[in-house]
């Protein structure tokens, strides 16, 4: 959907869309090898609860199959299997939804905040020469947190005052590190985790969108 999108916010323009493909592929896998490389993978991501403080799930699931009938292959379980299932779906959805709301929302209000209070005007007046303008779009592209279906139509008009890489450095570093992305990363990642890819993704992206500015815009 969003190659599609940028495919008709371009009209055609093949270097930004296979430019954005390639880039993102390169970040992914990139940022994917190495963290794979890291000698402890648990120290990356957010501890859950203490294991003392859980349910003893074991206990819990043999105390149930005690006082229920276990439905054989092929047969339909009873009303109150069902209706204990849909409730635990809902209860489950809930849950999560109101955890993930909690931790997105600062970010959705800093980037509402930044696209009210403040004009990209003066962002576009900074955005000069290779280096800097590949700088000031992801910046930008940070702050506005616009979604990546629709970020093609937004760089479109950046198209008469910045070079190709600037436009792809936009286009990339926008929808992996901004406002949002941040607070909904911290739902599983530790801060020096995201911090990490954050710089990862900036440096990298900074790299490959300036040797297009300079070779190939």
């Known amino acids: 959907v969003t190659l599609l999108v940028t495919y008709l916010a371009f009209e055609g323009n093949w270097l930004i869309i296979l430019g954005r493909a390639g880039l993102a592929l390169v970040v992914a896998l990139s940022i994917a090898l190495l963290l794979s490389l890291y000698p402890q993978p648990d120290e990356l991501f957010v501890s859950g609860r203490p294991a003392e403080d859980e349910p ?4 819990q699931h ?22 204990t299932g849909f409730n635990n779906f809902v209860t489950g959805t809930t849950g999560e939804f109101i955890e993930a709301v909690q931790i997105v929302l600062p970010g959705i209000c800093l980037a ?3 696209q009210t209070a403040i004009s990209s005007r003066i962002f576009l007046d900074l955005a000069q020469g290779p280096l800097l303008s590949a700088l000031v779009f992801m910046l930008l592209a940070g702050l506005m947190s616009i979604c ?3 970020d093609a139509f937004v760089a479109l008009s950046f198209t008469s005052v910045s070079p190709t890489g600037s436009i792809l450095a936009f286009l990339v570093f926008g929808p992996l590190v901004n406002l949002k992305t941040i607070f909904l990363y911290r739902l599983l990642l530790r801060w020096r985790t995201i911090a990490f890819i954050a710089v990862f993704c900036f440096s990298l992206i900074l790299v490959l969108t300036l040797f297009l500015n300079l070779w190939v815009s």
């Open 148 to 150: 990546s279906s629709a």
């Open 112 to 114: 509402s905040l930044f």
């Open 56 to 59: 003893d799930v074991h206990h």
């Open 62 to 83: 043999h105390n149930h199959a005690e006082n229920e009938t276990v439905s054989q292959p092929g047969e339909r379980p009873d009303r109150s299997a069902r209706v």
